[in-house]
């Protein structure tokens, strides 16, 4: 296999955003693309006039992640406008909570990256650089999403300063007061992901424009129960476990003092995002579940389909930040009042417990390559 020198560099954001951007612009030259320029995936214009942050990106649902064996070069043979960025895999860990219900009008949604801490038992992992997300629901195209790191990874602050700092003007009113209404964690989800970047150039359909296309894979577990508990009706903490593929506009290169209207930008975005649609939707025809949640909807239903009803979760009242503790410090263990709950330890359950382990970075990155 070849060799992913960004994975051991994964724990320093900076560099790896650097390290990818580097690779990128390598890539575009061996196209043999001179002058070109990357530019960030520009705001959307609303019917009103209004400029929206939406995430170009479509994906598909698998029963398992083995189907998944060979989609790269699945991919590449299908798609010959598809070059690879060479070297540019990542890995990531993490939880990713869901913090508004099924009547909200968007989703909120906490996720962390996780890390070992040096020498530490490999089957204790703690979250790190959290980020808080708000998205408009479903897996329509081109979703509204509004996220930002956290300062200090502290949960309790009020996230509203960062969205208004990071996206201003950006930031619709409806979401802006939704941001402000209190989160409550519904449930959780733990995920691996192997992820690799690639450039689709067309010049026939797109002209000039050479889009960068981000393309990950999931394996995940859904906690059945907002707290992680065992559940009965599961026979287990965990309830659900499948395969996603993702792909996402990372951005896109133009040539120098080039111009390219809103439209014809967005016309490219949109016809990457079909131009791989398709081979993979003929390839997986038989075997893509009919998912029209997001990932983070996913728990929302899970969670509802196994019992838990709007009242329970009110009564649990789960706090993103309990779960950043290694030890409840407000909860205590039904059958014994003398110990505390351990939310860190159920929160590993995600990624190691024996039935539904979630198997290595590397190991997903072989199997798809």
Same mark, same amino acid.
């Given at each position: 296999?070849?060799?992913?020198?960004?994975?051991?560099?994964?724990?320093?954001?900076?560099?790896?955003?650097?390290?990818?951007?580097?690779?990128?612009?390598?890539?575009?030259?061996?196209?043999?693309?001179?002058?070109?320029?990357?530019?960030?995936?520009?705001?959307?214009?609303?019917?009103?006039?209004?400029?929206?942050? =939406?995430? !170009?990106?479509?994906?598909?649902? #698998? %029963? $398992? @992640? *083995?189907?998944? /064996?060979? =989609?790269? !070069?699945?991919?590449?043979?299908? #798609? %010959? $406008? @598809? *070059?690879?960025? /060479?070297?540019?895999?990542?890995?990531?860990?993490?939880?990713?909570?869901? @913090?508004?219900?099924?009547?909200?009008?968007?989703?909120?949604?906490?996720?962390?990256?996780?890390?070992?801490?040096?020498?530490?038992?490999?089957?204790?992992?703690?979250?790190?650089?959290?980020?808080?997300?708000?998205?408009?629901?479903?897996?329509?195209?081109?979703?509204?999403?509004?996220?930002?790191?956290?300062?200090?990874?502290?949960?309790?602050?009020?996230?509203?300063?960062?969205?208004?700092?990071?996206?201003?003007?950006?930031?619709?009113?409806?979401?802006?007061?939704?941001?402000?209404?209190?989160?409550?964690?519904?449930?959780?989800?733990?995920?691996?992901?192997?992820?690799?970047?690639?450039?689709?150039?067309?010049?026939?359909?797109?002209?000039?424009?050479?889009?960068?296309?981000?393309?990950?894979?999931?394996?995940?577990?859904?906690?059945?129960?907002?707290?992680?508990?065992?559940?009965?009706?599961?026979?287990?903490?965990?309830?659900?476990?499948?395969?996603?593929?993702?792909?996402?506009?990372?951005?896109?290169?133009?040539?120098?003092?080039?111009?390219?209207?809103?439209?014809?930008?967005?016309?490219?975005?949109?016809?990457?995002?079909?131009?791989?649609?398709?081979?993979?939707?003929?390839?997986?025809?038989?075997?893509?579940?009919?998912?029209?949640?997001?990932?983070?909807?996913?728990?929302?239903?899970?969670?509802?389909?196994?019992?838990?009803?709007?009242?329970?979760?009110?009564?649990?009242?789960?706090?993103?930040?309990?779960?950043?503790?290694?030890?409840?410090?407000?909860?205590?263990?039904?059958?014994?009042?003398?110990?505390?709950?351990?939310?860190?330890?159920?929160?590993?359950?995600?990624?190691?417990?024996?039935?539904?382990?979630?198997?290595?970075?590397?190991?997903?990155?072989?199997?798809?390559?």
């Amino acid at each position: 296999m070849s060799p992913r020198p960004l994975l051991k560099h994964i724990r320093d954001h900076s560099f790896v955003f650097t390290e990818l951007a580097r690779l990128r612009d390598s890539t575009i030259a061996k196209m043999g693309l001179k002058g070109y320029q990357f530019h960030k995936t520009p705001k959307f214009y609303g019917p009103n006039g209004e400029r929206l942050t =939406v995430e !170009p990106e479509r994906s598909i649902v #698998l %029963p $398992q @992640l *083995t189907m998944l /064996e060979n =989609v790269r !070069p699945i991919l590449h043979e299908a #798609l %010959p $406008q @598809l *070059t690879a960025v /060479e070297h540019s895999e990542v890995g990531y860990r993490y939880p990713t909570a869901a @913090l508004a219900g099924n009547d909200a009008p968007f989703i909120k949604r906490l996720r962390s990256e996780y890390f070992h801490k040096v020498d530490e038992d490999r089957s204790i992992c703690r979250p790190v650089n959290l980020s808080y997300g708000i998205k408009s629901r479903g897996k329509a195209d081109n979703r509204q999403e509004y996220e930002v790191w956290m300062p200090e990874d502290n949960p309790t602050l009020d996230p509203l300063p960062l969205f208004i700092e990071r996206y201003g003007e950006d930031l619709p009113f409806d979401v802006r007061q939704f941001i402000q209404q209190p989160a409550r964690v519904y449930g959780w989800m733990g995920v691996k992901r192997a992820a690799f970047e690639a450039i689709y150039y067309n010049p026939s359909e797109l002209g000039d424009i050479a889009v960068c296309v981000a393309l990950s894979v999931d394996a995940y577990n859904i906690g059945a129960r907002p707290d992680l508990s065992y559940c009965e009706e599961a026979q287990s903490s965990i309830a659900r476990s499948n395969a996603e593929l993702e792909w996402e506009i990372d951005g896109y290169y133009v040539p120098d003092n080039a111009y390219f209207s809103h439209d014809e930008i967005w016309h490219a975005i949109n016809s990457t995002l079909t131009a791989l649609a398709t081979p993979l939707e003929q390839h997986y025809q038989n075997d893509i579940l009919p998912v029209k949640e997001s990932k983070t909807e996913r728990i929302l239903s899970t969670v509802s389909s196994l019992g838990m009803t709007d009242r329970d979760i009110e009564q649990i009242d789960l706090q993103a930040w309990e779960f950043m503790q290694t030890t409840s410090e407000r909860r205590v263990k039904a059958h014994d009042p003398n110990r505390r709950v351990n939310f860190l330890g159920r929160l590993n359950r995600l990624f190691y417990q024996p039935e539904h382990q979630l198997p290595s970075i590397e190991y997903i990155h072989d199997l798809i390559s």
